[in-house]
């Protein structure tokens, strides 16, 4: 239960951090990792198409899975979650949104310096050199790189890849400074994200979960509230 200490224990914080998993997009519509019926890694083995060995050994599979994943992702929009977040900036003199999400949609409910750990699916680039590229020939997949020929591939992390490093840098910068951080929509299993919150805690921060279920962070919080990212945000950041 979201309660008046905590909304103003957040209101009264200066440096506040949020991590955002797959669970605050659900609601916009674009299915999570690990929910059981619906989540895409049900369906689909993550070690067959976010590995660069799986991309290497069938990268028409793996740049189709994507083209599919961002042709989803087109129709979708925020959700009151993605919403309540971008507001919270205007309040807390130091906020620093994190996000394991390669959807975008924080930006585009006006969330600004994100922190994107694990890339954006709306970014390309090669393979090879990491060459950005904007356009390409839409009847190859995947399309080779103008600049080098190598393959063109999302600008994704994938698993056994290394995060950014300036953006994993301030992300723990901002796990140890914050008064209070917030997980929300995410499961705690992907690492080194995950440990983030652990950081914080160690750090004395105030740990606060909004999960649909619990996690292994639950048990550490100081709050944890299960439901929908999109009910219990704007209650708590009213
Ligand atoms: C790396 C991008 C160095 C691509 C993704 C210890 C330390 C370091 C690494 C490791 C380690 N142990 C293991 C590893 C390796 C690995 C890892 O963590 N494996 C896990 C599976 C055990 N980590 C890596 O490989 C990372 N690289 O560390 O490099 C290195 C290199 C080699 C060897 C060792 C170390 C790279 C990880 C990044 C992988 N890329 N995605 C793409 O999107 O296709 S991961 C993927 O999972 C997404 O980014 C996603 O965001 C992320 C985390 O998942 P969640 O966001 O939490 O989503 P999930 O579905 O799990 O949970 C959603 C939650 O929301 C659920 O709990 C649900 O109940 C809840 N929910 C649903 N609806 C709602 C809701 N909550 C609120 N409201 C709702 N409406």
């Not at 993550?46 to 740049?63: C, D, G, I, S, Y």
Request: glycine share 6%; aromatic share 8%; net charge negative.
């Amino acid at each position: 239960m979201v309660t008046p200490e905590l909304i103003d224990a957040l209101k009264n914080s200066r440096r506040v951090a949020a991590i955002t998993g797959a669970g605050i997009s659900a609601e916009s519509g674009i299915p999570t990792f690990r929910d059981a019926q619906t989540g895409l890694w049900a369906k689909y083995d993550p070690m067959q198409l976010a590995t660069p060995e799986a991309f290497l050994e069938n990268p028409e599979r793996v740049w189709n899975w994507y083209a599919w994943r961002r042709e989803l992702l087109a129709a979708c929009r925020p959700n009151k979650g993605h919403q309540a977040l971008s507001r919270i900036a205007r309040h807390i003199p130091e906020f620093q949104l994190i996000t394991q999400n390669v959807d975008g949609l924080h930006q585009a409910a006006g969330s600004q310096d994100v922190i994107e750990l694990h890339g954006n699916i709306q970014r390309t680039k090669c393979f090879d050199h990491g060459h950005t590229v904007e356009q390409w020939d839409a009847q190859q997949a995947p399309p080779p790189c103008p600049y080098c020929g190598s393959l063109l591939r999302p600008d994704v992390v994938w698993f056994g890849e290394m995060l950014p490093v300036q953006a994993l840098q301030q992300a723990e910068q901002a796990a140890a400074r914050c008064e209070v951080f917030l997980s929300i929509g995410t499961s705690g299993q992907v690492y080194p994200a995950a440990d983030l919150a652990y950081q914080a805690l160690a750090s004395g921060a105030m740990v606060v979960e909004i999960n649909a279920e619990p996690t292994p962070l639950t048990a550490r919080a100081h709050y944890a509230f299960t439901g929908k990212a999109g009910d219990q945000l704007p209650r708590l950041l009213a």
